[in-house]
């Protein structure tokens, strides 16, 4: 039997993807983080599924249950929200599986941060303006960030930032990025992205903190800064530019 690590995504229930429905359709057990999966989803599982809301357990007790379903022969949903491949802590439980020989799989999910980018109608890469992302968070009440992954030194890039895990700090993210970006770089905050109660804020570095304080923002949500947030004036991309050299169709001639 299998353990699967499904990417619930970032909460409008509808934007899971298609195999993880139908995954997570055929499993006879659940586990789910309640505090950030829409409950919709659970529609999915089979209607005699078992059932676990993993908020109060810790790594020990949520490896048993994957265990346990995986030896009573039984096919395991591991529902995460976002995509498993960011901020989801699936590691440790995939090294735990592996001690265990409990086979696993991924399917991923529609990530916090696209759905964000979507809520600001924003491409994140824009020609000439930023072509690099860097997703991060910071050490605060978590685990240390790993030395030259602080802001300060992440900031020197200029890159589009993407914060997890800050909207509670975002007096100090402001402070160690502006240095490097400027109190006039474009900055923005969604808040339960992708939910009925989602909500995007918009600004500069130099003012967001002051409008996630005033919306009493302090969770589940994403940060992000860079100039490509407020880019208007850039040249189109190559790869649609009336300039690019097409290929040719083949221009072979018939021998004989």
Known sequence: ????????????????????ARTLARCRVCL????????????????DARLVDTARLDLDRITAELVAAHE????????????????????????????????YEVVPGVPAFAAAAAALGRELTVPTVGQTVILTRIAQQATPMPDGEDLATLGRSRALLVLHLAARYVDRVVAELLPHYGADCP???VAMASRPDELVLRGTLGEIAEQVKAAGVVRTAVIMVGRTLGAE??????????ERERPHESCGTDAG
């Open 233 to 242: 004036q850039f040249r189109d991309s190559h790869l649609y530019s009336s």
């Open 1 to 20: 039997m299998t353990v699967y690590f499904i990417g619930a995504g970032p909460g409008a229930a509808d934007l899971i993807t298609v195999r993880g």
């Open 187 to 189: 900055a923005a905050v």
């Open 32 to 47: 789910y983080a309640g505090s950030l999966v829409p409950r919709e989803l659970l529609a999915e599982c089979p209607p």
């Open 72 to 103: 009573a022969g039984e096919d395991v949903a591991r529902l995460h929200s976002g995509d498993p491949s960011v901020f989801s802590a699936v590691a440790e439980q995939m090294r735990r599986l592996d001690a265990a020989g409990v086979p």
